[in-house]
């Protein structure tokens, strides 16, 4: 089965389409090209007639059925199916299955790989996407056969509302619905983030030394972070995905003692290079901890087994060969780049299409959005820039220049 734009003759305003089209399905629909109905249960519904309408595709003489997608809430996992025959694909011949969505650009901790010292320097309220306009987003890029959705920030707990978010995209259908946190706000939200549908977490702890975790998020948050991992621990949430940044010279001392703490309480423990995505730009090769090395000084201690994985994933997984508890994970976007299978695209908190996280240049969907432009428009402009997606970001390559956004306005 075959799905695909409609042709313009059969567009959503098309009066000849069989069965009466309710207003609130007048968004995007496709074509699907089939000898039969496709198979959605059952054809009709109570209050509705038709949702698709049979006709010949022009010029090529195949038949076919209009399909409306916005029924997905009466049709459920068949409409689902045909969605994940739409998909994205760069020019690359990589697959675009993961969004990860920026909510805000506010964070309540100030971590020195990431955040500036200074005063704050946020968005204006009218510059973020509201709500309204994620959810029309999140719809489109559904349709285009996103799967997978991580929501981050900043920090996206400090946005009021998110429970209710999460529950949205939970019921247009999210495969994989996860979040990254810095653990302030967690253990509190905890409950309504599972009663949302939050399916997976994964958490930032940098130091397991209270001094030091001060020193690298300049907050007094450490006891408070633990906590909230433990609760996290107790819930469906587990195994959370704990996320350490390490940098030279300031905790790459704990690699030991950031496996021995999976050990312990079964933890996901992943290890991350440092960026040069940092506000204050102190970023230096120097002070990147190669993953090879930190993989060393772990098996030396506790031999590690490799767990498969999918190709597009970004980190390389461990377990212990002695059975232990916990999991090591690690990421190495500097040192063994891991672009050649990226399924990823990024939307900031300011309605930003970014290809990359590297990307030299943003794509402004907030102003299509606020210019009246259509579902169509939408699907058409996002699948031209997807389309474009970079073959790797290029930090290893001579002349490489930083993004001219830091990783708190992109989104982690």
């Not at 054809?43 to 007639?49: D, L, M, T």
């Not at 056969?145 to 019921?171: C, F, N, Q, S």
């Amino acid at each position: 089965m075959a799905v695909t734009p409609t042709p313009a003759a059969y567009g959503r305003d098309n009066p000849r389409l069989l069965g009466r089209r309710p207003e609130k399905w007048s968004g995007l629909r496709v074509w699907v090209e089939t000898p039969g109905p496709p198979v959605l249960g059952k054809e009709r519904y109570a209050e509705y007639e038709y949702i698709f309408g049979e006709r010949p595709i022009p010029d090529i003489g195949s038949g076919g059925f209009v399909f409306e997608l916005q029924c997905v809430k009466e049709a459920g996992n068949s409409i689902q199916q045909m969605q994940r025959t739409m998909t994205l694909h760069d020019k690359f011949g990589r697959q675009i299955t993961d969004l990860r969505i920026s909510i805000t650009d506010r964070c309540n901790f100030r971590c020195v790989y990431c955040r500036s010292a200074d005063p704050e320097n946020y968005r204006d309220h009218d510059e973020i996407l509201s709500w309204p306009e994620l959810d029309r987003l999140a719809t489109i890029f559904l349709r285009l056969g996103i799967r997978k959705i991580r929501i981050t920030g900043g920090e996206p707990l400090v946005r009021e509302g998110v429970e209710d978010y999460i529950a949205r995209l939970h019921a247009l259908g999210v495969e994989d619905l996860s979040m990254t946190t810095n653990g302030h706000l967690l253990a509190e939200r905890c409950d309504r983030l599972l009663a949302a549908g939050l399916r997976r977490i994964n958490i930032s702890l940098d130091s397991l030394d209270p001094e030091k975790f001060e020193r690298i998020t300049r907050t007094k948050s450490f006891s408070t972070v633990m906590h909230s991992i433990d609760v996290a621990q107790k819930s469906r949430l587990a195994p959370a995905k704990v996320n350490a940044v390490l940098v030279r010279g300031i905790n790459d001392d704990e690699v030991e003692a950031f496996a021995s703490y999976a050990r312990q309480t079964g933890v996901i423990m992943r290890f991350i290079e440092f960026m040069p995505l940092d506000a204050d730009r102190h970023w230096t090769r120097a002070l990147v901890v190669p993953a090879a090395e930190v993989h060393q000084r772990i098996h030396a201690r506790w031999p590690l087994q490799q767990i498969p994985h999918e190709r597009s994933e970004t980190a390389r997984k461990y377990r212990f060969a002695d059975g232990a508890l916990g999991e090591i994970g690690l990421i190495a976007p500097v040192t063994q780049p891991f672009c050649g299978h990226c399924s990823r695209i990024r939307l900031t908190a300011d309605g930003k299409l970014r290809t990359c996280l590297f990307s030299k240049d943003d794509h402004d969907l907030r102003a299509l959005l606020r210019e009246g432009a259509s579902n169509d428009d939408l699907v058409t402009y996002i699948s031209s820039i997807v389309t474009e997606k970079e073959e790797g970001h290029r930090i290893n390559e001579p002349g490489f220049v930083p993004p001219s956004r830091t990783m708190v306005f992109i989104g982690g």
